[in-house]
């Protein structure tokens, strides 16, 4: 292996690591459980403390099934932070949340 050849794998290796650090910051979706909502209003509160929410990138909360579905950046807020926006707003997490897929 010659020095030009060794050059261009060096290169390549740090573009490879560069993406992996890329893809872990991504945006990851979560599930939780909010208890407490009686009405599609007490939902829209919700959702709206959740997207005015540094690092929320898109929040869907359901009445209905009683979750709320975040898109969230992981290096600009925490799960912990996002469960204290909804205990904020006057409801309740289920300790039981589903871990949401990374992209
Ligand atoms: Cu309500």
């Given at each position: 292996m010659n020095q030009k050849q060794r050059a261009i794998l060096t290169v390549l290796a740090f573009m490879l690591i560069l993406g992996a650090i890329t893809v872990s910051a991504a945006t990851r979706t979560i599930i939780i459980h909010v208890k407490g909502m009686t009405c599609g209003g007490c939902a829209v509160s919700v959702e709206e403390a959740l997207k005015s929410?540094?690092?929320?990138t898109d929040a869907r909360v359901s009445f209905k099934s009683g979750k709320a579905v975040i898109k969230y950046d992981d290096q600009k807020v925490t799960i912990a932070k996002l469960r204290e926006v909804i205990t904020n707003t006057g409801f309740s997490c289920d300790a039981n949340l589903s871990p949401g897929r990374a992209r």
């Open positions: 929410t540094d690092g929320v």
